[in-house]
């Protein structure tokens, strides 16, 4: 469609050319063509001017008036000469005066184009002029002889002999004047006629130039419209093109979360697969089965990740950061993997660099595995290191900069083009050795630029690479204790509610007692997902507390179950999430899948009551009777890496110290189980075991104020499918390690001071 | 173009402070307030019709000395006559009409060949025509276009330079009679 008119629009191009080269043509004649009317104009007006000044019928009243007064000063010259009439010398003066004057007229006028027969005038203006001077004895100024009537009468014969001169001078100069006249005549006729035809002429050209001006209007009219349409048509097809491409990355996102499930179903059932006495061989293809299932989800997940950052679902949850504790978080995953080969890890953060700032932990993490594991993956000997600076950025604000450097293979600049494509690996050969999606870079890239920064790469083949993350650099104000700011009524609920928690940690399901214990409702407690829509089946509760991952049955997949239920009353209970993952997304699809309100752990007492306030309204008294004190700041607010204190102190508003000691107990004297749990599953490659046990000791660690524990095991729930076995090994050491010390901590903090000291090493 | 007058005797005073003292005296004729004296010397010039200061039976009569004693307003001007611009002096003709006390619409100007052409009288008061009398300081002979010549002054307006007020510009003036 936009090809075809393309083409028209090429094709029309000679013509445009023809089409601007006759306009030119035109202009160049139509000033052509105004010079001569101007020329003609010119002429005209000189002419003009020329019968104005000369005078020329003037000069012929002049010769006619000389003739008149020749005539009478000869009737009076003649009479002078009569001797019968007295001789009137006055008169005869006035009138040879007045005959001079007209004399001196014609000789003075500028005539000479006038004269017919020049030689012939001048001959009779000569005669004229002997006459005078012979007259002049008499008549002149000074009269040197007397004027008697002999004077006159010798003269009268010389002046009756210039009469038929005059005369013929008189005729001349009128014809001459005639033929002038009608010789002007002619030109100015011709030069009407002249002026006419170009006036003609010129019209004609301006009607043409009128005409083409037209049609090009029209002509250009008529391309605005086909520009229009052709805009109009081009606007449709990309909507249409971003509707599908939204459509698509929905699709990805649901399929990738659709195969999701069923997928961690095929890895269960190959754990059990495990359990029923193979042989070696058989064994052999069950781990790569595994290693390829593993190799599966990471790619689901990076779809996933990719797919929702295209459509825009990626949220940035920004917190302050203990960027401390950041780098060691990501240098405890990333050690193991540097030290399989023989590669030394350095992270380094220059002295200017703040302690905490804000951002998204989780994503900044993300971007920084990202680039460690490639470094790591692409380098086979030398360093890995890690740098972390501020600098100014290009627009003027404070930046923090992530440089990772490897002493790798390096790429060449076509390479480096490619690699932030999807899909692009460093080359192919590389790709089939070192697998991976190919998709790490875009989302690294895509999550740096949401952040307001980018990544970026430097690098020379066989001189290894160097990647910089910088984002902009936000720092939180620092924490200072608030004066009891007034919160928003954290009030229980007016009637004590029958409450089903569906949980399958018993820490958790300890803890949550306690909660609602305090708040002065009644917990019941299911296993998992199916035995909550069981125990739902069989009486009614007012509100569901419902964990996301169970086994059996989940959250997600027992609010559907439940919302599926035929009796209205239980299938429209009011749900409401727990979970330890505060994405956005997460919350988007328990709120899809129908749960009314979205809980993230550590639970705080005042979270619960504001749920069950939003979902119930609040009651008038709490049953203590205390106004509770403000939630103590979050997790980050304390930088002890072993025990969180303010989740300590939260969990103490919920409950007395004597519960949460028992809990806390309970908690690490299972923990040598729990440790035995995941080793088993590192063992029997199961990562869907190690995943739920992992996020199941995360959960409960959480909210009992353990930070340490619940970090590593979130590495571990986060790195189950990807990390190496030896590195998860590692990271269920570290659990263990720290079960002692986080003892020794709540000791300290006196939560287990009620208890006899154990042996530190268990 | 430059117009120079010059007073000699300063009538045009005398006859305001005269208008002044007899006021009273002469309402019944406010116009004239000096009666023309009697040319003395040869009448050159002869103002006739609708004269209301008559010197001689119906018309006002002058000689080349009244004409001399009236103010005086010299220019040079270009002329179709004469190559060269010429200088030309004598009273205006606005003043000889009102020495004669002559009022009305048309000019009647009449040389001494009978040429004969009129010319509104609101010409005497739109230009400053003069009545000259000397050439280049000279008196004019008759076969000089004298010894009276109307001239418009040309150079002063454009509009002046045609034929219609060079046809009004009569030479060997004799009489004017005012229609």
Redesign the interface.
Known sequence: MATAEDRRALARHPQDRLRYSWLALTGFVLVLVLLAVALVQARQATLLRQV?QA?DD?VVLMVY?AE??QLRLRDQWQRAADDRVPLDADTLR?RY??W???I??LR??DLQHLLSNPDGDQRTLQQAMDFIQRADLALG?IPEVPLDRGFVSALLPQLESLTAPMHELSLGASHKVSEQLEARGIAVRQQNRLGLGLTAFLSVLTLAFAFIALRQVAQLRERRLVLEELATKLRLAQREAEAASDAKSAFLANMSHEIRTPFHGLMGMLSLLRETGLTPRQVDYLRTATESADHLLALLNDILDMSQLESGRVTLAVAPVDLRALLRDVEALMRPQANAKPLALHIDAAPGVPERLLADATRVKQILFNLLSNAIKFTDHGAVVLDVRTREGEDGQACIEFTVTDTGVGMDEATQEQLFNRFVQGDSTRSRRHGGTGLGLEISRNLARLMGGDVSVRSRPGEGSCFTFHMHLQVPPPTVSEPAAPLPAVLPTSRPLQVLVAEDHPVNRQYMAALLENLGHQAHFTGNGQEAVEALCRRRYDVVLMDLHMPVLDGVGATRAIRALPDAARSTVPIVALTADAFAETRDRCLVAGMNDFLTKPVSVQKLAASLRRLFGSGTATPNDTPLPPEPSPAWAGSHPVVDESAVAMALQAMSRERLAAMVKAFLDQAPETVQRLRAAVRDAQPLDLRTNAHAAKGAALNLGMSALAATAEALHEGAAHLPAHEIARLVQRYEDLVPATRQAMSALDVLRAEPQPAVTE | MRIRRSHPNHPGTGRRSLLCLGGGLLLAAAWPVRALVAASGPVVLTVGGRVRMPNQGDAAHFDMTMLAALPQTSFSTRT????QPRRFTGPLLRDVLVAAGAQGDVIRLTA??D?RVDMPYQDAQRHDVIVARLLDDKPM?????GPLFVIYPFDSRPELR??VY?SRSA??LRKIDVL
């Open positions: 104005v005078g003037y008036q008149t007064e006035l005066e007045i001079v004057s007209r001196e007229l003075s006028a100024r | 179709p006559w004469y190559a001494l060949n040429y002979a008759v076969r000089d276009k045609g034929a060079y030479w060997q």
